[in-house]
């Protein structure tokens, strides 16, 4: 086989063949760049056999099996060849035009492009079936997810065949259809859009919203994910999105970003982003709240079955403090004495009431986790100073935002499975490829629609019809798949 391409991802490409037992061909048009490129892999070979991490064998005979070549031409007799040149159409539609001279007809093309359509890289081949994404994820060696994109022309058995090849790499494949971002690339957009929405409203720093979503299960948070990938990278690729969705306002870019990238403040590369990366400048210190001394004498209720009832009635019980249990209730939460902690429905807090504070859902169970909470705009002092302290008592640790429907962790994992379900309807992936290429492409904590199942249809159709209410625009609009979900899970049961 041969590999266009020896920058990181088409080094890690041939490596990761070359471990597999492939012959690989690897070329750069830039002279000397893949036989360099062989050489620094050997490099990390040895440190890594060093460690022990790799046995100094499979090393040197995955080497062995590496061979930088001059010329094109010297790639005549491959049955596959996989692209990883510079992101851009008409070098990549060149690229393969070239190498249609050299190769045989029945030679495989894959391309790794993150976000270029497959389709329009095929176009003006002369066999534009036998043309296939094949989409890793850096660090390639590492990362296990595959996405397997087929343009309009693609050869089911073309795609067939490499999505068993990526298996027998180790990898996992997703079936995609070529459509804009892909899976992940779209997907993923909310992660960072709806972070970027909430600072250009001043609701919440930074640090904060990098809590709150680390609590629910996330590695990194969306401010400093952009601060690490960096902030022109993230941005590029915000931008050809919304172009290639004809200017679909649920992708626009944001003016927050764009005021970063304007600044050269780029993240991590720069030394500033978000954050400021200098030597000696501390992390920004997260609110810490005392909790409400136990037992007392106020009258507590708990309101609402399921998860997040069950959860609070158990922190009541082992803090000591006596309770009413009112599963009836059409919302979960606290009542304390006539005002309301409510778990965030997507409603603001000033819209639920006058003594009423709501707070983000809660994914993860351990003690101490942050979570973003508002009161509402009408609520006395007296109770905005108590709402945090029953949350820290309960065993979070409260974080205030401005009063923005759904908050942090609920407004975004609402609009991640919103966009995997229009994903799924226009045929791009399947469910379970949603889920797996998320997990494995961007390790988020769990897939879409498995957050799905775990936080019902209709808490999260009532979440995203309570944002679309308040922001009056098309950003927000539901799903029609997922509109729908409600009638397929009764016609399953």
Known sequence: MLVVGAGIMGVGIAQVAAQAGHTVLLFDARDGAAEQAREKLAKTF????????????????TLSRIEPIASLDAAAGVRL???????KLDAKRGLFQQLEAIIATDCVLASNTSSISVTAIANGLQHPQRLVGMHFFNPVPLMKLV???????????????????????????????????????RIARPY????????????????VLDACLRAAGFRMGPCE??????????????????????????????????????????????????????????????????????????????????????????????????????????????????A?????????????????????????????????????????SAWTRAAPRWLATLGFKPQRVADAPALVVARTLAMLINEAADAVQQGVCTQDGADAAMKLGVNYPAGPFEWLAQWSTPAVLGVLDALDNHYRGERYRVSPWLRQRPWMDSEAS
């Not at 990366?277 to 309101?303: D, F, I, K, M, N």
């Open 225 to 338: 994910l952009m601060d690490l990938i960096g902030h022109d990278t993230n941005f590029s690729v915000t931008q050809s999105v919304f172009e290639a969705n004809f200017y679909d306002k649920r992708y626009v870019p944001s003016l927050v970003q764009r005021e970063l990238v304007d600044g050269g403040l780029l993240g991590r590369k720069s030394g500033r982003g978000f954050y400021d990366y200098a030597e000696g400048v501390s992390a920004p210190e997260l609110e810490t709240v005392e909790p409400v001394l136990l037992p007392t004498a106020q009258l507590l209720r708990v309101y609402g079955q399921g998860p997040v009832a069950d959860r609070l009635a158990a922190s009541l019980v082992q803090a000591g403090q006596a309770f009413l249990r009112v599963p009836s209730s059409d919302w979960v939460g606290l009542g304390v004495e006539g």
């Open 147 to 185: 996405e397997v994109v087929s343009g309009l022309q693609t050869a089911a058995a073309v795609a067939a065949a490499i999505f068993d090849l990526s298996k027998d790499w180790g990898k996992v494949p997703v079936s995609a259809r070529s459509t804009p971002g892909f899976i992940v690339n």
């Open 46 to 61: 040895e440190g890594l056999v060093a460690k022990g991490k790799l046995s100094a064998d499979d090393a040197a005979q």
């Open 192 to 207: 960072y859009a709806e972070a970027l929405a909430l600072l250009q409203e001043q609701a919440a720093a930074p640090a």
């Open 81 to 87: 060849v996989v692209e990883a040149i510079v992101e």
């Open 340 to 380: 309301q902690l409510r778990l965030t429905d997507g409603r603001t807090a000033t819209q639920l009431g006058v003594e009423v504070a709501v707070f983000d859902l809660p994914l993860n169970g351990a003690s101490g986790a942050a979570l973003a909470w508002a009161p509402s705009l009408r609520a006395s």
